[in-house]
């Protein structure tokens, strides 16, 4: 992931979340646990009783704040909140969610849009090969830009939210003319078709051209291909949150508080990513459209690209070796994952407003407790071990990362180690075993490599905060 900052406090915290974006597009509330009394078809009452279990684990080490769904043959068999969607202003309050708590799902939207592209395409008014100067020409090389590179990623026109500038506006209205003047002045990352780049702005485009073909709006055209013929009462498209009576926050963990993140304005993500829904919808919608509902199943097996490698509108997303498809998104301090088996026919969906883990490692737990695989419950009260200070000295020194300019520094301060980013405060950590450090009040866990021998490699550590890793070397 393309981060901006690490360790860090409310403010910076935004920053860190802009840039997670530009990929991606995360009290105990055991009472609101509902389980729908349909027939279970895959799981039994144990596997989902396993689930509560560990979901009930997060909650009360405040791991993470989120709601969860699964659907299993076109049957809603689970579904579980926990943390708090908002805090009432009036009285400080913390709101619990429940199963009709709206989150903003970010770019798994981009699932969505790319349904109804390939709705317009089986009705005949577009084609992957249309070009983008049917309708933008203002664009360098876009009559060599097809729909097909746009829904792929293979356009090479600049992701927007990877602009310094755009820090300045995510918050604020912005109208689609604005934001197609930004577009306009950035110079293409590669001739279209010869890479692969994420793109929000590709996506982006996408939604105004189901604008413009349809004369409608990208929001009557959700309700009117989706939303109605499903029966999505949730599912929504808001150009202005106020409109929809959305009110869910996100949250970032600092020194064990969960403090809430400045609000994107659903204006400035659209088609790439400014949808909300409840868990429960989205894997309605996934079982809907991976069983014909939608689109045919001819159009799912071109979305799935199997032979050119370039999926469209959703990834292939391997889970216990078994083939699944999806989408992750990450907005403020949202992080969803929409997950869908098709062999199967399950579909797991999660969407987060506040994460203190990784998103994968409670996806890859709660799948594997659905289907009976094995899998490692964390112990999230370890007990710290003790290393000499002359030992700790192996592991210090300077440290940098690829995926942005951020550099770090690991030092000893009274025996203690000590972790320090750029200019920021410094963090002491613990030793967990002789490869694992964690900042327990801060969710931060340093976790050294390891060569095939089993030696511990002091020059290479991955670091884990709000469900994300970033991978430093020493310098």
């Known amino acids: 992931m393309n981060l901006n900052v690490l360790f860090i406090n409310k403010v910076q915290f935004r920053k860190h979340k802009i840039n997670v974006f530009i990929e991606s597009f995360g009290v105990l509330v055991a009472t609101l646990l509902l389980i729908i009394p349909s027939p279970i078809t895959f799981a039994s009452q144990t596997h989902l009783t396993a689930i509560d279990q560990y979901i009930e684990l997060i909650d009360s080490n405040k791991k993470a704040m989120f709601s969860l769904a699964i659907v299993d043959d076109g049957k809603v068999v689970y579904q579980n909140q926990i943390g708090h969607a908002y805090t009432e202003n009036s009285n400080n309050t913390p709101i619990s969610p429940d199963e ?31 070009k983008l100067s049917e309708f933008y020409p203002k664009f360098d090389q876009s009559n060599d830009i097809t729909i097909d590179h746009l829904l792929s990623h293979q356009s090479g026109i600049y992701n927007y939210t990877n602009s310094p500038e755009f820090v300045q506006y995510y918050t604020q209205y912005q109208s ?11 110079p293409n990352e590669f001739k279209p078709g010869t890479g692969w780049q994420y793109s929000n702005t590709g996506y982006y485009l996408l939604g105004l051209i189901i604008e413009d073909v349809t004369g409608q709006s990208y929001e009557k055209n959700l309700k009117q291909r989706i939303t109605d ?6 599912t929504a498209f808001c150009r202005d ?31 790439a990513g400014g949808l909300i829904s409840t868990p429960t919808e989205l894997g309605i919608f996934m079982d809907a459209l991976f ?4 689109v045919s199943i001819e159009t799912i097996e071109v ?19 078994k083939t699944a498809w999806g989408h992750n998104g990450s907005i403020e301090g949202f992080q969803s994952q929409l997950v869908y088996f098709d062999s ?35 112990d999230y009260n370890r007990p710290f071990i003790s290393i000499a200070p002359i030992e700790l000295k192996k592991y210090l020194g300077h440290y940098k990362t690829d995926a942005m300019p951020l550099k770090g520094e690991l030092f000893l301060e009274d025996g203690q180690l000590m972790g320090k980013w750029d200019d920021q405060e410094s963090i002491a950590f613990q030793a967990l075993t002789e490869t694992e450090f964690e ?37």
């Open 291 to 294: 069983n014909g509902e939608l």
């Open 439 to 475: 900042s327990r009040e801060n969710g931060i866990v340093l976790e050294f490599v390891t060569f095939p021998s089993g030696k511990i490699n002091y020059r290479q550590v991955t670091l884990y905060q709000r469900g994300w890793e970033l991978e430093f070397y020493r310098q």
């Open 241 to 271: 949150y106020s409109h929809c009576k959305f009110n869910t926050q996100s949250y970032a963990f600092w020194n064990k508080q969960w403090f809430e993140q400045a609000v994107w304005h659903p204006s400035i993500t659209a088609g």
């Open 100 to 130: 009709n708590t709206r989150y903003t799902i970010a770019s798994i939207s981009k699932t969505f849009t790319a349904t109804m592209i390939f709705q317009l395409i089986e009705q005949g008014k577009l084609s992957l090969d249309t």
């Open 176 to 186: 689609n003319e604005k934001m197609l003047e930004r577009f306009y002045s950035y």
């Open 344 to 378: 199967e026919k399950v579909a797991f969906a999660f969407t987060g407003n506040g994460l203190n883990e990784s998103q994968r490692k409670i996806m890859t737990t709660i799948i594997g407790l659905y289907f009976d695989k094995s899998v490692t419950i964390p």
């Open 303 to 321: 979305m799935k690209a199997l032979n050119t490698g370039f999926s469209k509108g959703f990834w292939n997303m391997p889970y216990f070796y």
């Open 229 to 234: 013929k499903l029966q999505l009462s949730h």
